[in-house]
């Protein structure tokens, strides 16, 4: 076996399964670049009030990493954090992570790839055989195209950039944006704040999922017996795919109209303001947008000091915002809970292929991957998360542990001296394309609503088929899609 070098983008949960991944696979030789000074990815970034996983815990953690200390069915970002944090140590490759190190620029030569990073302020260079970028998909913040934005005389940040800094106590908090981020900031800010005045351009499906804590008991319990952490997983896993990931990927199925039937009832007994019941109701598809979980958002907007304002923003003033109607919504802090840049992936890193094809030229339409994973004439470079994958589908932990063992079986090819290069054909990509375009059609993201899954045409951009196919498609690579040179 070729003792390969690999170089790991990001060190969050991709990163980090990446790296572990290798180790016990025999590779020794693993650099992991992380442009910030800690791990965990969105995680890390994302630590606005309220934050927690709309995924259980118990499946939303590594599979050969079960936990036994979760406190809640859907446990806070900060418990999710340190998990990753936890594991990272626990598996031993906290010290391959170079922290404060950005990559810029990935190039390919007949050597390998070259990467380029800012240690500090010298531009150094490093060298790999195999690049696998565990880059993320939620992490670029969207900044919403609204006049004045600058001009706000209080604080003004992004959901994923909070400033803690910032006192809101009493304060007058506007909050731009109803995805599940606003949804689970304005449940933990709306006890706290003097006023909260929540700006909707698009009401959500809202399912009133509880979310109990998991007591001592329990967890002394999965302590002494992990195999109950795995059958519960077990559970969790099927009932998900069952109830959510394949249902999505079918707009007529009876699984999606009972979401819808479940979301219906919860508006319809707890607003109890006809006025405002009729602001909260959408008026698409339940699933179409992220379906949001959460079991106080609607206790929440009914406090006394909570205003759902569904007039058309016009411009943010110095003192507030303007609504269409002319109203001054006056302010001291601004929230933009208003989402993400979902079609960057590696981007900005530039990335040179083989005969120096651009990486941003290729996807100046739109981002995509054969199989999420790999793009022609980009030799060893393996994403995680890629375009096109199951992003809106299932726990991303258990897409990147599939994703992560599909990568090593083309990894192994290298390493055992089959090729020296493997990248997905342009045939195989076509085809991919072709085929996930006219499942899209099936799905019910296409079914006629705004969202972040929906690509420049108007295609859902990520996976359009069943968890199963996803997982069928993962256990082993068709060679005959792929360039071996
Ligand atoms: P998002 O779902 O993209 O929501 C962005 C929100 O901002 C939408 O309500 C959107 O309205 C609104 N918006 C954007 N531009 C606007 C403008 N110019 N004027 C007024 N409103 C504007 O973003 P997110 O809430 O950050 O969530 C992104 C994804 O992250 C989620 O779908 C989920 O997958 C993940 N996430 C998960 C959790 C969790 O596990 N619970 C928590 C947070 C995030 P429109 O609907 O009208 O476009």
Redesign the pocket.
């Known amino acids: 076996m070729r003792n390969l070098r690999f170089v790991v983008v990001g060190a969050g949960m991709a990163g980090i399964l990446s790296a572990i991944k290798l180790r016990e696979a025999g590779f020794t030789d693993i650099a992991v670049y992380e442009k910030a000074d800690r791990l965990g990815g969105t995680w890390r970034e994302?630590t606005y009030p309220g934050?927690?996983?709309?995924?259980p815990s118990h499946l939303y953690s590594y599979s050969f990493a079960p936990n036994p200390e979760w406190t809640h069915t859907f446990s806070p970002g900060p418990e999710i954090l340190a998990y990753l944090e936890n594991v990272a140590r626990q598996g031993g490759i906290d010290g391959l992570i170079r922290y404060g190190t950005e990559v810029h620029r990935l190039e390919y030569d007949r050597a390998g790839w070259r990467i380029g990073t800012s240690a500090g302020r010298a531009d150094r260079a490093d060298r790999a055989d195999v690049v696998i970028a565990a880059t993320g998909v939620?992490h670029h913040p969207?900044y919403?195209?609204?006049e004045g934005l600058d001009r706000f005389d209080g604080p003004a940040f992004h959901?994923?950039r909070w400033d803690h800094d910032v006192k809101l106590a009493g304060a007058r908090v506007g909050v731009?944006?109803?995805?599940?981020?606003?949804v689970?900031l304005v449940c933990a800010l709306a006890g706290t704040v003097g006023e909260l005045r929540l700006?909707?351009?698009?009401p959500?499906w809202i399912l009133a999922v509880p979310n109990p804590a998991i007591d001592a008991q329990d967890r002394a319990r999965y302590r002494a017996h992990p195999a109950a952490m795995t059958e519960l997983r077990r559970e969790l896993g099927s009932g998900f795919v069952e109830a959510f990931a394949n249902a999505v990927v079918d707009a007529s199925s009876p699984q999606l109209q009972l979401l819808q039937d479940l979301g219906l009832a919860n508006l319809e007994d707890h607003v109890r303001d006809p006025v405002l019941r009729e602001k909260l109701r959408p008026d698409y598809r339940a699933g179409c947008?992220?379906l949001i979980i959460s079991p106080n958002f609607y206790e929440s907007v009914q406090r006394p000091n909570a205003h759902v304002v569904t007039e058309r923003?016009r411009r943010i003033e110095p003192r507030g915002v303007r609504t269409a109607d002319g109203e001054l919504h006056e302010l001291d802090v601004l929230v933009l809970?208003?989402?993400?840049r979902v079609d960057r992936f590696l981007r900005p890193i530039e990335v040179i292929g083989r005969g120096g094809v651009r990486l941003d030229e290729v996807w100046a339409r739109r981002p995509f991957a054969y199989l999420a994973v790999s793009v022609p004439d980009f030799p060893n470079l393996f994403m995680l998360n890629g375009p096109n994958g199951p992003v809106?589908n299932f726990s991303l932990i258990d897409v990147a542990e599939a994703q992560c063992g599909y990568v090593l079986e083309l990894v192994d090819l290298l390493g055992r001296g089959r090729c020296r290069e493997v990248s997905a054909s342009r045939q195989a990509m076509a085809r991919f394309e072709t085929e996930r375009a006219e499942a899209a059609k099936n799905t019910v993201w296409m079914t006629g609503c705004?969202?972040?899954y929906l690509d420049d045409r108007g295609i859902p951009a990520v996976w359009p088929w069943s968890f199963t196919r996803f997982r069928a498609a993962m256990a082993r690579p068709v060679l005959d899609d792929y360039e071996l040179v």
């Open positions: 994302n934050i927690s996983c709309d995924v939620l969207r919403p195209d609204i959901s994923a731009v944006g109803t995805g599940s981020s606003a689970q700006f909707q351009r698009t959500q947008k992220r923003i809970a208003t989402g993400f809106g705004r969202s972040w």
